[in-house]
């Protein structure tokens, strides 16, 4: 099933925007009569009726399809300073099943700036492929200090190198929610990891092989997959 993605709702109509429109008309060739699929990235999956090659659809049926995950995984990931790694990451993290993520800016993270837009644009990609339909929220770069101190409820971890007590995610109960942090290249100082465990956080251990950023942030998605819904 092919499904498209609006935010622009107007009562019993939806319209695509041109990316959108163009790929529902000009590359699939839908016509008059045609039924579509779009989502809202809310949870919501509308059933729609082409009248006519434009950007204006008619919603035949609405269906509420809520996240079939049992959890709500927030992931905070470093600014990574490829841009292509942080896109393959989240393109992945969103297939695997995610809810949120947010971008550290932590002592050894060598990038201060994050293009939002791009990124929330292979999100959508990536949630339409994997026939979800809820869109990760998607938050600009915020310090390490900045997220260590807010509340969050749940198991909250976070995922280092260094030679401290820690353990694999199979250790720890399961959760309805989880908040991750993952390092940067080069690891969290000392400092930071402290500051960590002092709010709270449990340490974390992915196994013996040092990752990079982006693995590693795909082994814990897939770890809570895996624990939680196989």
């Not at 695997?96 to 947010?102: N, R, V």
């Not at 990760?136 to 401290?164: D, R, W």
């Not at 995610?169 to 500051?195: C, H, S, W």
Request: hydrophobic share 35%; charged share 20%.
């Amino acid at each position: 099933m092919q499904i498209f993605y609006t935010q622009n709702i107007q009562q019993d109509k939806l319209l695509l925007d041109k990316t959108e429109a163009r790929h529902c008309f000009k590359v699939l060739r839908h016509r008059n009569g045609d039924t579509v699929y779009v989502t809202d990235g809310k949870g919501h999956l509308f059933t729609c009726s082409v009248n006519s090659p434009s950007e204006a659809l008619t919603v035949i049926k609405t269906t509420c399809c809520p996240q079939p995950r049992s959890y709500y995984l927030h992931l905070a990931v470093p600014a990574l300073k490829k841009p292509d790694r942080i896109e393959w990451m989240v393109e992945k993290a969103v297939e695997i099943g995610i809810d949120e993520i947010s971008f550290l800016q932590t002592h050894r993270t060598e990038k201060n700036k994050i293009n939002l837009e791009r990124i929330k644009a292979i999100a959508v990609s990536a949630m339409k492929q994997s026939l979800h339909y809820t869109l990760p929220l998607i938050n600009p770069i915020v310090s390490f200090h900045t997220f260590t101190q807010a509340q969050y409820s749940g198991l909250k971890l976070i995922a280092h190198c260094m030679n401290e007590d820690k353990k694999p995610l199979k250790q720890y109960e399961q959760a309805a929610r989880y908040t991750v942090m993952i390092g940067p290249e080069g690891d969290f100082t000392p400092n930071e990891l402290r500051e960590a465990l002092s709010a709270n956080f449990l340490p974390l251990s992915l196994g013996s092989s040092r990752l990079r950023s982006e693995t590693a942030a795909l082994a814990v998605c897939m770890g809570i997959y895996l624990i939680n819904d196989v």
